[in-house]
């Protein structure tokens, strides 16, 4: 499959199943474009009449070029033929039932009240509960249990807001930094926050223990503070973002992300963007906010035409603040063309259900944190394992090649089917897709390897 298209003065062809990136000219274009479907004589018949102001563009240089076309189909370069289905499914099943990450629900309770929470407010549709250290410890012990060799071990202490959990949370880190040595594991943790209740001593915990720290900003004031509210209804921009900066600076800059959210009221998000590089942060990260269609904070079709302009202004601003020694990172643009993700791990994606799980405070055990709280997606729990085994398989089928909406999308060995929770709460599937999700996301591989054609072009390359 090919995908074409034009972007910052870019002409890009890209070869979804090889992988392949080509930039070329005008008339190359439109030969790979009307290649697959009209034989040599008619592609340089048509083309001479539309080029017929070029005096470059001749019957001889248009056949050369036919040629070339050629040579790349039969280096397997353009319009390579997809041959991955048959591997869909088959990573998951070598991988057995071996789990690597957990994101731990210490505290199912927040000190905001923020209006698009999917989370309800850290309650998950469910009652306020903070985890124990006995819960957690067993989580951690489950974890190992679980992970047969595979040595690098990922948790993620979540919420709701989970310092408001924080004594458990470095009890939890001591103890499984006590085993980890004992059982030949190596424990990473990161940090998911609010920012609300930074202080010293978390700072100086977190620097030393948390491989990355997460923290929620949605950018401007003005927009941070319409939807991020205590329950006294004010605003917390002016509370955390002297924190945020403090621990920033602590960790040199590094291992942490600004995570925000834009929603209807901030389709302009590169300006929240901007804002928060202009307050000194570089790793930077925006979602699009993913709620029921009639929800105020709901981006409308008319949003979504704006929201991939704005990836696409981001984009261009990226390149400018790099070309001038200031750049900054935004995490749906990370993309490695040359060795990324393997093809196994392209087809079968995040591994939520199999790989990843969610734990309750109390110890129940979901596919991820966003279906905590939908009962009939409860794995099982930390003492008893995962005995839901037929929702196991189900999540271990399901790759880029289940869901029958992805077949014919160029994008999907990129983001491997999408995300099963978006799917599910967008269609009441896993194998459904979010389409407002698929419209963004595909806009943001387009702009990320803008970004990367701009770059080698800047090398010479």
Same mark, same amino acid.
């Given at each position: 499959?090919?995908?074409?298209?034009?972007?910052?003065?870019?002409?890009?062809?890209?070869?979804? &199943?090889?992988?392949?990136?080509?930039?070329?000219?005008?008339?190359?274009?439109?030969?790979?474009?009307?290649?697959?479907?009209?034989?040599?004589?008619?592609?340089?018949?048509? *083309?001479?009449?539309?080029?017929?102001?070029?005096?470059?563009?001749?019957?001889?240089?248009?056949?050369?070029?036919?040629?070339?076309?050629?040579?790349?189909?039969?280096?397997?370069?353009?319009?390579?033929?997809?041959?991955?289905?048959?591997?869909?499914?088959?990573?998951?099943?070598?991988?057995?039932?071996?789990?690597?990450?957990?994101?731990?629900?210490?505290?199912?309770?927040?000190?905001?009240?923020?209006?698009?929470?999917?989370?309800?407010?850290?309650?998950?549709?469910?009652?306020?509960?903070?985890?124990?250290?006995?819960?957690?410890?067993?989580?951690?012990?489950?974890?190992?249990?679980?992970?047969?060799?595979?040595?690098?071990?990922?948790?993620?202490?979540?919420?709701?807001?989970?310092?408001?959990?924080?004594?458990?949370?470095?009890? *939890?880190?001591?103890?499984?930094?006590?085993?980890?040595?004992?059982?030949?594991?190596?424990?990473?943790?990161?940090?998911?926050? @609010?920012?609300?209740?930074?202080?010293?001593?978390?700072?100086?915990?977190?620097?030393?223990?948390?491989?990355?720290?997460? /923290?929620?900003?949605?950018?401007?004031?003005?927009?941070?503070?319409?939807?991020?509210?205590?329950?006294?209804?004010?605003?917390?921009?002016?509370?955390?973002?002297?924190?945020?900066?403090?621990?920033?600076?602590?960790?040199?800059?590094?291992?942490?992300?600004?995570?925000?959210?834009?929603?209807?009221? @901030?389709?302009?998000?590169?300006?929240?963007?901007?804002?928060?590089?202009?307050?000194?942060?570089?790793?930077?990260?925006?979602?699009?906010?993913?709620?029921?269609?009639?929800?105020?904070?709901?981006?409308?079709?008319?949003?979504?035409? =704006?929201?991939?302009?704005?990836?696409? =202004? *981001?984009?261009?601003?990226? *390149?400018?603040?790099?070309?001038?020694?200031?750049?900054?990172?935004?995490?749906?643009?990370?993309?490695?063309?040359?060795?990324?993700?393997?093809?196994?791990?392209?087809?079968?994606?995040?591994?939520?259900?199999?790989?990843?799980?969610?734990?309750?405070?109390?110890?129940? /055990?979901?596919?991820?944190?966003?279906?905590?709280?939908?009962?009939?997606?409860?794995?099982?729990?930390?003492?008893?394992?995962?005995?839901?085994?037929?929702?196991?398989?189900?999540?271990?089928? &399901? @790759?880029?090649?289940?869901?029958?909406?992805?077949?014919?999308?160029?994008?999907?060995?990129? &983001?491997?089917?999408?995300?099963?929770? @978006?799917?599910?709460?967008?269609?009441?599937?896993?194998?459904? =897709?979010?389409?407002?999700?698929?419209?963004?996301?595909?806009?943001? =591989?387009?702009?990320?390897?803008?970004?990367?054609?701009?770059?080698?072009?800047?090398?010479?390359?």
């Amino acid at each position: 499959m090919v995908h074409q298209y034009k972007l910052n003065g870019f002409n890009i062809v890209l070869d979804t &199943c090889s992988g392949a990136v080509h930039v070329v000219d005008e008339v190359a274009y439109d030969v790979i474009e009307m290649f697959p479907n009209k034989t040599p004589d008619e592609i340089v018949s048509e *083309l001479l009449v539309k080029y017929s102001e070029r005096e470059d563009v001749t019957e001889e240089e248009l056949r050369l070029c036919i040629e070339d076309v050629e040579g790349l189909v039969k280096a397997k370069k353009l319009y390579t033929e997809d041959t991955f289905e048959a591997m869909a499914g088959t990573f998951k099943e070598r991988s057995g039932n071996v789990v690597k990450a957990l994101c731990l629900h210490v505290a199912h309770t927040c000190n905001l009240n923020c209006s698009y929470c999917f989370a309800s407010q850290g309650k998950y549709h469910g009652e306020r509960a903070i985890m124990s250290f006995e819960v957690g410890k067993r989580a951690l012990d489950f974890l190992i249990e679980n992970s047969g060799t595979r040595r690098n071990l990922e948790v993620d202490f979540f919420g709701g807001e989970p310092l408001m959990n924080w004594d458990v949370v470095k009890d *939890l880190v001591k103890y499984a930094r006590s085993v980890e040595k004992e059982h030949n594991k190596n424990f990473r943790f990161t940090l998911t926050t @609010n920012g609300v209740l930074i202080d010293d001593d978390v700072i100086e915990f977190a620097n030393k223990e948390m491989s990355n720290v997460v /923290l929620s900003l949605d950018g401007r004031k003005e927009i941070h503070d319409a939807t991020r509210v205590d329950y006294a209804g004010n605003g917390s921009y002016e509370k955390i973002v002297p924190k945020f900066k403090e621990i920033v600076e602590s960790r040199g800059g590094k291992n942490y992300y600004m995570r925000g959210t834009f929603t209807h009221a @901030n389709p302009d998000f590169t300006k929240d963007v901007f804002h928060m590089a202009d307050l000194g942060f570089t790793e930077l990260s925006m979602e699009p906010v993913v709620t029921a269609a009639d929800d105020p904070m709901a981006l409308t079709p008319e949003d979504l035409e =704006i929201v991939k302009e704005q990836y696409e =202004i *981001l984009a261009k601003d990226m *390149l400018r603040r790099q070309k001038e020694g200031k750049p900054i990172t935004f995490y749906h643009y990370m993309i490695d063309l040359t060795s990324g993700p393997c093809i196994y791990k392209r087809i079968s994606g995040c591994g939520s259900g199999t790989e990843y799980m969610a734990v309750t405070p109390w110890g129940d /055990l979901y596919p991820c944190h966003q279906f905590v709280g939908e009962e009939e997606y409860k794995l099982g729990d930390i003492w008893n394992g995962v005995t839901n085994n037929d929702l196991r398989e189900e999540f271990r089928s &399901c @790759n880029a090649y289940a869901r029958p909406d992805c077949k014919d999308c160029w994008a999907k060995l990129y &983001c491997s089917g999408g995300c099963a929770a @978006n799917a599910y709460h967008a269609t009441g599937t896993i194998r459904g =897709i979010y389409e407002p999700g698929c419209e963004l996301f595909r806009k943001r =591989i387009e702009c990320a390897i803008m970004m990367k054609v701009a770059e080698d072009a800047a090398k010479g390359e």
